[in-house]
């Protein structure tokens, strides 16, 4: 199948030669990773840097430094910084762990922006650590520009994680190669809740071999683990790489906190010391909002939402969502009244109020889980929105019935939905005539992943929308490593000069595995 070749981009190529020779120069990130307070010579940044939440005018800039630090940032149009313009950042220290993040703001649109963060002694600012550069695209201002960006989700999982034997995360290097504006993370960029050991005999006798840290040992509880495991994806090379020069817009899901948990939930699994899971996810959400540049977090994490809008231009608005914090308990799912749902009534509202503001041709529903996929948690709950009965919605259904009728009331054009979660990649077409819920337009949802992690079969369909599985690429088998089964991530590229929007889903190695091109001005598709 056609796509679009790669965009060249010179000028990022040309900054990132220097990106990888100043890596070079710093020591390599110790596998525990906790700065020493009592350093002699300057702070150094070995962990890299990364952007987040990129728009037209403004991004974010992260870094992790190795001691108590300044951190400042220096921005030009071109690699050779002539004429730099300088942002002093946040002093680093151990209440974030050591990392921090600056806000960009007035930057131009459609344009490359190359930047460098250096670190200070903020006792001694004449005293500086070798500078780490990054580079990234603004959100263009004018449509004709386009738009073309990467999703996925699910990494180091179900025990399989950096192995340096294959080369580390190699999906990572080969979307840098892509060259897109954005990465859509979305969820499980961490697995809080599985432990690696050594070594993994496969079934064909081959041995998988993972890196391993303190805090990757066991399951994560402490505030220290959850930082150490979101910080074990940073050991990777092609990790570092990828995100000195591609931004993210990221969202979470259930493994950064513990497989399939919801508010309020007490555990019973004997691995953990700390029963009341509300405990656990306000210390993740803390190391989230440390280790990844979200605008809508405070610096420590500990304050804010993940729920949000980026707006990427006039033709993309991305809808992050956030299906964790604000559920109901996982349960059979029949329930005949639930206003709480997946999303809860609060984010809900925000939605459709920002959905119905947004003037983008095309509106990204960025769902950590899927709509019509049936997920089970044990023999009679279940973890996503579909609950396996055919009919007319209940339980968690009901919310996005009330969503979808919403959209097809008011006349929203261009929504469609991307997620991960599942370990395949597949393509649904969701049509009222199939349904036994009609009160909706069509519209389709796409899954990618896992991009280092297990790969599993595909779960069954839920009726109740009316799904149609048009493609579909997964394992006969569950929890394949990296070594037996491709790993996968989706692209999508929306055409500046007729609007069109196409989603190709792709697996690890090049392949194009399907395409579809939707048509812009539609309420669903």
Same mark, same amino acid.
């Given at each position: 199948?056609?796509?679009?070749?790669?965009?060249?981009?010179?000028?990022?190529?040309?900054?990132?030669?220097?990106?990888?020779?100043?890596?070079?120069?710093?020591?390599?990130?110790?596998?525990?990773?906790?700065?020493?307070?009592?350093?002699?010579?300057?702070?150094?940044?070995?962990?890299?840097?990364?952007?987040?939440?990129?728009?037209?005018?403004?991004?974010?800039?992260?870094?992790?430094?190795?001691?108590?630090?300044?951190?400042?940032?220096?921005?030009?149009?071109?690699?050779?910084?002539?004429?730099?313009?300088?942002?002093?950042?946040?002093?680093?220290?151990?209440?974030?762990?050591?990392?921090?993040?600056?806000?960009?703001?007035?930057?131009?649109?459609?344009?490359?922006?190359?930047?460098?963060?250096?670190?200070?002694?903020?006792?001694?600012?004449?005293?500086?650590?070798?500078?780490?550069?990054?580079?990234?695209?603004?959100?263009?201002?004018?449509?004709?520009?386009?738009?073309?960006?990467?999703?996925?989700?699910?990494?180091?999982?179900?025990?399989?994680?950096?192995?340096?034997?294959?080369?580390?995360?190699?999906?990572?290097?080969?979307?840098?190669?892509?060259?897109?504006?954005?990465?859509?993370?979305?969820?499980?960029?961490?697995?809080?809740?599985?432990?690696?050991?050594?070594?993994?005999?496969?079934?064909?006798?081959?041995?998988?071999?993972?890196?391993?840290?303190?805090?990757?040992?066991?399951?994560?509880?402490?505030?220290?683990?959850?930082?150490?495991?979101?910080?074990?994806?940073?050991?990777?090379?092609?990790?570092?790489?990828?995100?000195?020069?591609?931004?993210?817009?990221?969202?979470? /899901?259930?493994?950064?906190? =513990? *497989?399939?948990?919801? $508010? +309020?939930?007490?555990? #019973? %699994?004997?691995?953990?010391?700390?029963?009341?899971?509300?405990?656990?996810?306000?210390?993740?959400?803390?190391?989230?909002?440390?280790?990844?540049?979200?605008?809508?977090?405070?610096?420590?994490?500990?304050?804010?939402?993940?729920?949000?809008?980026?707006?990427?231009?006039?033709?993309?608005?991305?809808?992050?969502? /956030?299906?964790?914090?604000? =559920? *109901?308990?996982?349960? $059979? +799912?029949?329930?005949? #009244? %639930?206003?709480?749902?997946?999303?809860?009534?609060?984010?809900?509202?925000?939605?459709?109020?920002?959905?119905?503001?947004?003037?983008?041709?095309?509106?990204?529903?960025?769902?950590?889980?899927?709509?019509?996929?049936?997920?089970?948690?044990?023999?009679?709950?279940?973890?996503?929105?579909?609950?396996?009965?055919?009919?007319?919605?209940?339980? =968690?259904?009901?919310?996005?019935?009330?969503?979808?009728?919403?959209?097809?009331?008011?006349?929203?054009?261009?929504?469609?939905?991307?997620?991960?979660?599942?370990?395949?990649?597949?393509?649904?077409?969701?049509?009222?005539?199939?349904?036994?819920?009609?009160?909706?337009?069509?519209?389709?949802?796409?899954?990618?992943?896992?991009?280092?992690?297990?790969?599993?079969?595909?779960?069954?369909?839920?009726?109740?929308?009316?799904?149609?599985?048009?493609?579909?690429?997964?394992?006969?088998?569950?929890?394949?490593?990296?070594?037996?089964?491709?790993?996968?991530?989706?692209?999508?590229?929306?055409?500046?000069?007729?609007?069109?929007?196409?989603?190709?889903?792709?697996?690890?190695?090049?392949?194009?595995?399907?395409?579809?091109?939707?048509?812009?001005?539609?309420?669903?598709?």
């Amino acid at each position: 199948m056609s796509h679009t070749p790669p965009r060249s981009a010179p000028a990022r190529r040309s900054v990132l030669k220097g990106t990888v020779a100043a890596s070079a120069a710093l020591a390599l990130p110790t596998a525990a990773g906790a700065p020493a307070l009592a350093l002699s010579g300057r702070p150094g940044a070995a962990w890299g840097v990364q952007t987040g939440d990129v728009t037209a005018s403004s991004g974010l800039v992260w870094v992790r430094s190795d001691r108590p630090a300044r951190m400042i940032v220096e921005t030009s149009a071109t690699g050779s910084f002539r004429h730099a313009r300088r942002w002093r950042g946040p002093l680093l220290g151990p209440g974030s762990d050591f990392t921090g993040t600056t806000a960009l703001r007035g930057l131009p649109a459609g344009e490359q922006v190359h930047y460098r963060v250096v670190l200070a002694d903020p006792d001694d600012p004449r005293r500086t650590g070798e500078p780490v550069y990054g580079t990234f695209r603004t959100a263009p201002a004018r449509r004709r520009d386009g738009v073309r960006f990467l999703w996925s989700g699910d990494i180091a999982g179900q025990g399989w994680g950096i192995n340096p034997d294959i080369g580390g995360f190699r999906a990572f290097e080969e979307m840098r190669r892509l060259d897109p504006d954005f990465f859509l993370s979305s969820g499980d960029t961490v697995y809080a809740d599985g432990p690696l050991v050594p070594s993994v005999t496969l079934p064909d006798g081959r041995v998988w071999r993972n890196l391993v840290t303190e805090e990757k040992s066991k399951v994560a509880e402490t505030l220290a683990e959850y930082r150490g495991n979101f910080r074990y994806n940073l050991l990777d090379d092609n990790v570092r790489q990828f995100n000195a020069q591609v931004p993210t817009i990221v969202q979470w /899901d259930d493994h950064e906190v =513990r *497989n399939n948990w919801y $508010p +309020g939930q007490i555990l #019973d %699994d004997p691995r953990y010391t700390e029963k009341d899971v509300d405990v656990l996810a306000r210390r993740s959400m803390q190391a989230f909002g440390e280790y990844f540049p979200v605008g809508t977090l405070s610096p420590r994490g500990s304050e804010g939402r993940i729920h949000r809008v980026v707006h990427h231009g006039p033709l993309l608005d991305v809808f992050v969502l /956030d299906m964790r914090t604000y =559920r *109901n308990a996982n349960s $059979p +799912g029949r329930q005949a #009244d %639930d206003t709480v749902g997946i999303l809860g009534a609060e984010q809900l509202a925000w939605l459709k109020r920002e959905l119905a503001r947004s003037r983008a041709v095309w509106k990204v529903l960025a769902s950590d889980m899927p709509l019509g996929l049936v997920v089970p948690d044990g023999g009679a709950n279940f973890e996503a929105v579909a609950q396996g009965d055919p009919g007319a919605p209940l339980g =968690r259904e009901l919310q996005i019935a009330e969503l979808l009728r919403f959209v097809k009331h008011r006349r929203i054009t261009g929504t469609l939905w991307l997620t991960a979660d599942v370990h395949y990649t597949s393509a649904q077409h969701y049509a009222p005539e199939r349904a036994a819920f009609k009160d909706f337009a069509p519209f389709w949802e796409f899954v990618s992943g896992p991009l280092a992690a297990g790969g599993f079969p595909a779960n069954d369909l839920d009726a109740t929308f009316g799904p149609e599985r048009v493609f579909v690429r997964a394992p006969q088998r569950a929890n394949l490593s990296p070594m037996e089964s491709p790993q996968y991530f989706g692209e999508v590229d929306i055409d500046g000069d007729c609007g069109e929007l196409t989603v190709r889903l792709r697996a690890e190695g090049g392949a194009v595995l399907f395409s579809k091109t939707l048509q812009p001005g539609r309420v669903g598709q």
